[in-house]
């Protein structure tokens, strides 16, 4: 079963860029489709970000679209967040999720629920 560890969390000034890292271990990540969510307190978890197994076509929320990347490193077993021109609202625990789905449907790998495997996220802090 594949295991993931998310890092690079941190605190950063609004309109910076953090970097958030999910590293895997057990299974390759060459055949997982994977997934960024994220959840303020008191808030539902969101989507913001997915990339197929493939590791071409990706999709985003609309609230990081042009803003945020999210890509696959298979050499290195790992799945990266880029996050640029941060905002305050993007403030919230970022967790990254694995599928084994094939799909091509962005609504597919928004839904957590399609997601089984998942990391015990870090936190991102965004000051004003």
């Known amino acids: 079963q594949v295991q993931l560890v998310e890092s690079g969390g941190g605190l950063v000034q609004a309109g910076g860029s953090l970097r958030l890292s999910c590293a895997a271990s057990?299974?390759?990540?060459?055949?997982?489709?994977m997934g960024w969510f994220r959840q303020a307190p008191g808030k539902e978890r969101e989507f913001v970000a997915a990339?197929?197994?493939?590791?071409?076509?990706?999709y985003y929320a609309d609230s990081v679209k042009g803003r945020f990347t999210i890509s696959k490193d298979n050499a290195k077993n790992t799945v990266y967040l880029q996050m640029n021109t941060l905002k305050p609202e993007d403030t919230a625990v970022y967790y990254c999720?694995?599928?084994?789905?094939?799909?091509?449907?962005?609504?597919?790998?928004?839904?957590?629920?399609?997601?089984?495997?998942w990391g015990q996220g870090t936190q991102v802090t965004v000051s004003s």
């Open positions: 999720a694995a599928t084994v789905s094939t799909s091509y449907s962005g609504t597919y790998y928004s839904n957590h629920n399609n997601y089984g495997f």
């Open positions: 057990g299974r390759t990540l060459s055949t997982y489709a």
């Open positions: 990339i197929r197994y493939t590791g071409i076509s990706t």
